[in-house]
């Protein structure tokens, strides 16, 4: 009898890449509602593709996932800042 040899899978390839879907949903409630959509789009397909053994499609989905959120949160900020901004002027010119 021959001895069985003991394989290990490498860390990276037993734990999905993070989704981040709660924050692409977070974005979407608050910030930017087409970006934070885009998020969530890319961040269902993370565990799906994971699952399928497509360790590249899983992680590629990751990082569109993180990007549209990071440029929702952005869009959010610019937006109310810009808000403000518009706000001040309002008052300063006395225009209602």
Known sequence: MEPTENY?????????????????????????????IAGIVNASK?????????????????DDAKKWTIYGVLAGIAGSILYVLFIYYMVLNEIY
């Open 8 to 36: 290990q899978i490498p860390t990276e390839y037993t734990v999905p890449p993070k989704n981040w879907l709660i924050e692409s949903i977070l974005v979407t409630l608050f910030c930017c509602l087409p970006l934070g």
């Open 46 to 62: 993370v565990e799906s593709l994971f699952l399928a053994g497509d360790i590249a499609g899983a992680k590629k989905a990751a």
